[in-house]
């Protein structure tokens, strides 16, 4: 069975820093594009960045550039996402997310839908206070 398990949600300080990981398990993801997204309480899930396979091309939101930075380590298996200088507004629960059907594209950093992905982990929540 396959697994896409978050961590490192926790709360955290206005002007923090906070890195969450996304561990598979059951099967491999490092030939397909992974994303993060975010909900926040009472709001829709929202993209926050993807990376593509290689880990060389990535895309993010317009609140999460210059923040915030995804990245992959293909041999564990991992995503990560380093966000720097935390707002009260990125309390959320955070999602990463796998496209198992996008394989080896070479430039292609993910897509911003949710639609276009088919694996899900159950979240990790993050809370900032002012």
């Known amino acids: 069975q396959v697994h896409l398990v978050e961590s490192g949600g926790e709360l955290v300080q206005a002007g923090d820093s906070l890195r969450l990981s996304c561990a598979a398990s059951g099967r491999t993801f490092r030939s397909n594009p992974m994303a993060w997204f975010r909900q926040a309480p009472g709001k829709g899930r929202e993209f926050v960045a993807s990376?593509?396979?290689?880990?060389?091309?990535?895309f993010y939101v317009d609140f999460a550039e210059g923040r915030f930075t995804i990245s992959r380590d293909n041999g564990k298996n991992t995503v990560y996402l380093q966000m720097n200088n935390q707002k009260p507004d990125d309390t959320a629960v955070y999602y990463c997310?796998?496209?198992?059907?996008?394989?080896?594209?070479?430039?292609?950093?993910?897509?911003?839908?949710?639609?276009?992905?088919?694996?899900w982990g159950p979240g990790t929540p993050v809370t900032v206070s002012s």
């Open positions: 990376i593509s396979w290689s880990g060389e091309y990535t």
């Open positions: 997310a796998a496209d198992s059907s996008t394989v080896n594209e070479p430039v292609y950093a993910g897509s911003a839908s949710p639609y276009d992905y088919d694996h």
